[in-house]
């Protein structure tokens, strides 16, 4: 098995609840916008930074991941860049997006993977996309 088949399944072991599922579906893209916004706001520089930084690991893991994480994040990062208020709103996206998912932890009654270990910050995004990438018969 692969590492990143074996990071999924990890991950996974802590999402097997359908209404946790769920909220990771809302949440985790919301955070990660959220995220780059608040990034971006600071400057674009420390956005760019991050997203490098991130598909730096992505590619360690797998390069079909890598390369989605990559129109993922330059989206994100296009609609950030005109978006108003992008300070603000993003704070708050964030903040509610993460109490929605520490409630569909609590439902879960198993705490966030990342509590264990900081790597599954990144996991989760890349998560959900090899959901969509199975769905699509996409190999990574």
Not at 21 to 30: A, D, E
Not at 43 to 71: C, D, E, N, Q, T
Request: net charge positive; charged share 10%; aromatic share 16%.
């Amino acid at each position: 098995m692969s590492t990143i088949d074996t990071l999924f399944d990890r991950y996974g072991e802590s999402h097997q609840n359908p209404f946790n599922k769920r909220v990771h579906w809302i949440c985790v893209p919301l955070i990660t916008f959220s995220l780059l916004g608040m990034l971006w706001a600071a400057s674009p520089w420390l956005a760019l930074g991050f997203v490098i930084f991130a598909l730096g690991y992505y590619l360690r893991l797998s390069l079909p991941i890598a390369l989605g994480m990559l129109l993922l994040s330059a989206a994100m990062l296009g609609i950030a860049s005109v978006l108003p208020s992008l300070l603000w709103s993003s704070v708050t996206i964030f903040v509610l997006a993460w109490i929605c998912q520490f409630i569909g932890h609590k439902v879960e009654g198993k705490k966030p993977s990342f509590f264990d270990d900081i790597k599954f910050l990144l996991v989760g995004p890349a998560w959900l996309l090899g959901f969509i990438y199975r769905r699509l018969h996409i190999r990574y």
